[in-house]
């Protein structure tokens, strides 16, 4: 099997980790013509285009003021994040931008472009993706979590120091599992989550928790959530593929598992059914409209296009 193609997972750029203790790394970036900017506003890109909305990336000159992180370089290029501070009222778009857009309305539409080619866009998706999930973190995370003393950036936007016993915290990314769970008739497990509209499935997920292997938690999550055993036995879960979630902080772990027991016996909290279906089942389901799957830009889409083996229909 061939690694999924998960656009969440796409960049172009070198993130130049060793730069990031530079002295002020980020100011001196500001003053070079050459730098790249991508600016931020509540969790929101600035975007060229609000049609097909793809992250811009403007120069020093159009970026506000506000919090600097470092993304790294391309092409000899320093690439930053500027996050906007929150105000009473939406501030505009810097110059050589349209618009602000949320990162899912920016992968679909970009999705696109990606598979055509175009290096801009996936260089701005990567990097948008990274800032998002990295200006995420600093706005949840404004005070020491020991002390409560209010924390000071460092290291280019990549730690929060506490200025009274010097506890440093670093971005932090939550793991959570996603799986297709198949059985040895090939059909595949989905569930339908109670805060969905009818008729949506999708494939079962859930948080890592502490102290759980991942290959525990993918049994747990799908023993929990749908009644179904996965094995254990080497190869009942195989790794798939990742991607960033920064929605706010996940990333997506994706597996195949292999059901080992498949009654159905569903939670009926978190999700209120889950159908095994053939591939044929699937595909009519779909073709009439009784059931909607994720959209493109998840990896739920790709582990169920990669278990039906093509592209299937529709999106929600
Ligand atoms: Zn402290």
Redo the contacts with the bound molecule.
């Keep these: 099997m061939h690694p999924l193609e998960l656009p969440f997972s796409r960049s172009r750029h070198d993130r130049a980790a060793h730069r990031r203790a530079e002295p002020d790394l980020v100011a001196r970036s500001l003053a070079a013509p050459t730098t790249r900017v991508l600016v931020l506003h509540r969790g929101r890109v600035a975007v060229v285009d609000p049609e097909a909305p793809r992250a811009a990336l403007v120069g020093p000159g159009a970026a506000p003021d506000g919090l600097g992180l470092f993304l790294g370089e391309h092409d000899g290029a320093a690439l930053l994040a500027v996050v906007v501070p929150d105000g009473d009222e939406d501030p505009a778009p810097p110059p050589g931008s349209d618009a602000w857009a949320g990162l899912r309305d920016v992968a679909g539409a970009q999705l696109a472009a990606l598979e055509s080619g175009d290096e801009a866009a996936e260089l701005a998706h990567g990097l948008a993706v990274e800032a998002v999930a990295l200006a995420g973190w600093h706005a949840t995370h404004p005070v020491?979590a020991?002390?409560g003393?209010p924390t000071q950036v460092g290291q280019a936007g990549w730690e929060r120091r506490?200025p009274?016993?010097e506890?440093r915290t670093y971005p932090r990314t939550d793991p959570a599992v996603i799986m297709a769970v198949v059985d040895d008739a090939d059909r595949l497990l989905l569930g339908h989550a109670a805060r969905w509209p009818a008729g949506r499935y999708s494939t079962l997920a859930g948080f890592v928790e502490a102290g759980e292997a991942l290959e525990d938690t993918v049994r747990r999550e799908v023993a929990e959530e749908s009644g179904v055993l996965v094995g254990s036995g080497a190869g009942d879960v195989v790794y798939r593929g990742s991607q960033a979630w920064p929605f706010p902080a996940s990333l997506m772990l994706g597996f195949r598992a292999r059901a080992v027991d498949t009654r159905v016996r569903t939670d009926d909290e978190e999700i209120t059914d889950a159908r095994w279906f053939t591939r044929d089942e699937l595909s009519d389901a779909v073709t009439r409209g009784e059931v909607g799957l994720p959209g493109r830009a998840s990896i739920a889409r790709a582990l169920i296009e990669e278990w039906f083996g093509a592209e299937l229909p529709g999106a929600w």
């Design positions: 020491c020991v002390c003393t506490c009274v016993d506890r």
